[in-house]
Each structure stands twice: as C-alpha cells, then as structure tokens.
C-alpha cells in the first residue's frame, strides 16, 4: 500500500477525551474513531489489525473443532421471553421494535438462537459432540462506555457454543476450548492468565476468565503471591489432549460490582492487581436447554437435555489490550502476527531519482513475495516520517535515504528493540520475505 494513496489521519497532539494509552494510541495512529458514544468506526489501519486478530481467533477455534457460522445481530425477542432473560437482561440490551411492533432486539450474545438452531435440528447423540461459533457484532448498552474499544457499545466477539451428551463429554469440550484460549493470547504476544470466575447471570457450575494483566484494566484481580510468570504453551504441554485446567490459584472480580472493595476479600497469600479481561468461557449443563426444550436421544434410548457451554472472546477489545500490553513513549508496538503491515518502506527523499527507483524497487519485490508493506511515498520531512513510523507501529521499518545508497545500502530498524542495522538492498529484502 501506498501512503500516498492510503487514508491514515494521524494525530499529532494527545486527544483530551482519551485516559488510556491504548485509546489514545488507537486514535491518534488514525486506527478508530467515534460515531457515537461507545461506537466507533474502524478505518483502514484499525480494521486491517482487528482483521489480523481475527483470524488468529478463526484458525485457534477451527483447530479446536469448533465450526464457523453466522447468526444475525437483530434477534426476535421472542427466545429470550423463552429463557426468561428478556426481563433478566436489563437496560444493557438494545431493544427495538419494528414497523409490526414485534419487539426485536440488538443481540448482546447468542445462548438463545444458537438453542433454538439446535433444537429445532439435532435428534441424536450421534450429532455430538457439536461446538459452532461466530465472530460477530454485539451491541450492549454500557452504563460508561469508555476506554475506546475496550468497553465498547457495539464490539465484535467471538461466540462458541458447545453440545455434548453428558456432563462428562461436556467439560472435555470446555478444556479444549481453555487449551484454545491459551493458544490464541499466546500467538497475539499476550500473557492471558485463565482465573477462575464467577458464572454471573449466564449461570452454570465452571468458568474462567482470560486476564491480561494491566494497571489501566477495569477487572480487579487476586493472585497466588508465589506467581512468577506464566508460559501458555508449558501450560498446555502439561495439560494434554484431556487435559483438567490449572490448581486454580487464580480468582477474579469485576471493578464494577462494589463487594470486591472489601479488602476481607482478598486472602492474605493472594496479590491484588489490575487487568483487563479478554476472554470468558462457561460450562452451565442444561440452563438454556431446559428452558428451550433442547434434547437428544443418550445411546440407551432415553432422552437427556443437552449439556451446554459457551465462549467469548472480545476480538475488538484485544486490540486495546495488545497495545496496553505493547507501547511506548513513541506509539504502538505491533507483535508481527496482528501488525497491520509487516514493514514501513520510508523513502527519505521522494525528489531524489535514486532513491525513488530503489523504493520502487523494494516495494514491488515485497509487494509479489505477499509481504504487507505500508510505502512511505509522500513528500513529508523525514523526522515527521519517523515519527508516523513509530506511532503506528509496525515491527519493521525500512528505510532508503541518498546517502545511504551511495554507500550501496539501506537502513532496517526493528521497531520493538530500536536497533537498526545497515545492510544491502537484497540482504534486507531477504530478510523481510523470509
Ligand atoms: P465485562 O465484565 O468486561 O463486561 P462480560 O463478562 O460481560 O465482560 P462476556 O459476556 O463474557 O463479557 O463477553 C465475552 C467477552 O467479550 C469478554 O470477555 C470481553 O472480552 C468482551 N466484551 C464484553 N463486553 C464488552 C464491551 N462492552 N466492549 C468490548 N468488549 C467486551
Ligand atoms: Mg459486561
């Protein structure tokens, strides 16, 4: 992509509505902007990283055997009168009614329809074990939306909804999904520690929270003192295909409920910190499939109610999250696996023939080996090019200078380690597309 022909709308100043560094960050690199409160509009840089986490997301879930799926964000209310979380629910569903005056609403999360697809569909325990997922927009009607995507209104998550025979076969779907979780932060640079949580209004008996830990995150969380780190993929070689998850040393509350505030609470071999949660996986049996009438056939003929669990990801809230959890003073700094683009291509001097050639040269080499890479083209000063660079992040940063070349080389500096390294054309070309 060419910068020329890009739309990035940087800010150089510090936006004043903005009190975390990730939403500031997101702002001023031209990545989101407000519609309305907690409702953003994802411009080209932003929705090229969301796409990115994504897609680590979508690969992690089809491994796990979860399935791909679509369902609507306009429900009918009609399931959740059903449920019963019609009332339960609260002023955070969006509701709607349309020119029939059926009442609708802006779905918040899926137990319902997901339900009603499979009770109207599966017979037999011969279907299970069955998990379907989607990645799709929620709406919820936050009290205080705030901290840009991280609390948003409307937000994108990934929902996964498991279905076994028995309870059994149901808290083994639920590993393979924490195995899945702990695999997916893993691949995006972050530390997501699963805790323990409560079940809260979704109900049911097992649950854990995925918490990366930072100070500016709105969970208030406890910890084993003796915690000195965490390695997810230790963790999961440990755990194995069947795997039982963690000693659970972990727990965790919500800074928004007011009973955590009581520092009774809070053991005296347990840490208190901050963090922001980016994932949250129930197993509650039959809650939704009693309610609904969901059942299949057991082998032996009889009939059971269908043993549910179900699991979030906040895909956009992750983008605040990585940029939390990697930045500094000079902007975001992008794990290679959910940059926008893998390289910035700076060419110092647009008016200068060698360097454009050589540019040229560079961007097109890259361009066929299928690296992404953002061509710094316009004719700002250099220092302003820099800066830009280092805002929005990318891991490599390329750049092509006259004085450089008369020397035959190129300058490539790693964005997270700050080093740069002089090199020839091809040797950094090499390197990029390896
Ligand atoms: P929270 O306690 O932060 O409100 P929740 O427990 O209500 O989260 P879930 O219903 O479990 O969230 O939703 C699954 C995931 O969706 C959460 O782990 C979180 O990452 C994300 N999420 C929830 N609410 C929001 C929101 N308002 N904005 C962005 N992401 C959200
Ligand atoms: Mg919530």
């Known amino acids: 992509m060419r910068l020329s022909r890009y739309f990035l709308p940087i800010i150089k100043e510090t936006p004043s509505e903005a009190q975390i560094v990730s939403h500031r960050l997101m702002l001023r690199a031209g990545m989101i902007r407000q519609s309305s409160s907690g409702i953003y509009s994802w411009l080209p840089l932003g929705?090229?990283?969301?796409?990115?986490?994504?897609?680590?997301?979508?690969?992690?879930?089809?491994?796990?055997?979860?399935?791909?799926?679509?369902?609507p964000t306009i429900q009918s209310a009609?399931?959740?009168?059903?449920?019963?979380?019609y009332d339960d629910y609260g002023?955070?569903?969006?509701?709607?009614?349309?020119?029939?005056?059926?009442?609708?609403?802006?779905?918040?999360?899926?137990?319902?329809?997901?339900?009603?697809?499979?009770?109207r569909e599966v017979r037999s325990y011969k279907s299970l074990p069955l998990n379907m997922y989607h990645i799709q927009w929620k709406f919820r009607d936050e009290i205080r939306p705030r901290f840009g995507v991280m609390r948003g209104r409307e937000f994108l998550m990934k929902d996964a909804y498991s279905f076994d025979v028995s309870k059994e076969e149901g808290v083994k779907s639920y590993n393979r999904m924490f195995v899945a979780y702990l695999r997916t932060f893993a691949r995006m640079g972050l530390k997501a520690i699963p805790m323990r949580a409560d079940t809260g209004p979704i109900g049911g008996d097992l649950s854990h929270e995925?918490?990366?830990?930072?100070?500016?995150?709105?969970?208030?969380?406890?910890?084993?003192?003796?915690?000195d780190g965490f390695d997810p993929m230790a963790e999961k070689a440990e755990f194995g295909a069947d795997l039982q998850p963690i000693v659970d040393h972990w727990t965790s509350k919500y800074a928004a409920t007011d009973e955590m505030h009581d520092p009774e609470n809070c053991p005296a071999d347990l840490n208190e910190g901050r963090g922001i949660e980016v994932g949250h996986i129930f197993f509650f049996g039959d809650k939704y499939s009693k309610a609904l009438g969901a059942s299949v056939q057991r082998s032996d003929g009889e009939n059971?109610?269908?043993?549910?669990?179900?699991?979030?990801v906040g895909v956009s809230r992750?983008?605040?999250?990585?940029?939390?959890?990697?930045?500094?003073?000079?902007?975001i700094i992008w794990p290679e696996s959910v940059a926008p683009f893998k390289v910035g291509l700076i060419n110092m001097r647009v008016d200068d023939e060698a360097c454009s050639t050589v540019c040229e040269d560079i961007y097109s080499q890259l361009e066929a080996a299928g690296v992404d890479v953002l061509y710094e083209d316009t004719n700002e000063r250099a220092g302003g090019k820099f800066a830009k660079m280092d805002l929005i992040g990318l891991p490599w940063q390329l750049v092509v200078g006259p004085r450089g070349l008369k020397n035959g080389v190129v300058e490539l500096k790693n964005r997270a380690?700050?080093?740069?390294?002089e090199m020839t054309v091809e040797a950094a070309v090499a390197k990029l597309t390896a």
């Open 417 to 421: 380690s700050g080093d740069r390294i």
């Open 304 to 312: 059971t109610f269908v043993q549910m669990g179900s699991y979030g």
């Open 318 to 331: 992750l983008l605040g999250a990585i940029i939390e959890a990697s930045h500094d003073e000079n902007g």
């Open 91 to 119: 002023a955070e569903m969006l509701r709607i009614t349309d020119r029939h005056q059926r009442d609708m609403l802006y779905g918040p999360t899926n137990e319902e329809l997901i339900t009603d697809i499979f009770r």
């Open 47 to 71: 929705l090229k990283a969301l796409k990115k986490v994504e897609a680590i997301v979508r690969e992690e879930q089809n491994a796990a055997g979860a399935i791909e799926m679509l369902m």
């Open 210 to 227: 995925f918490i990366v830990l930072a100070d500016t995150g709105e969970s208030e969380v406890f910890f084993d003192k003796a915690f």
């Open 78 to 85: 009609d399931l959740w009168k059903e449920s019963g979380r």
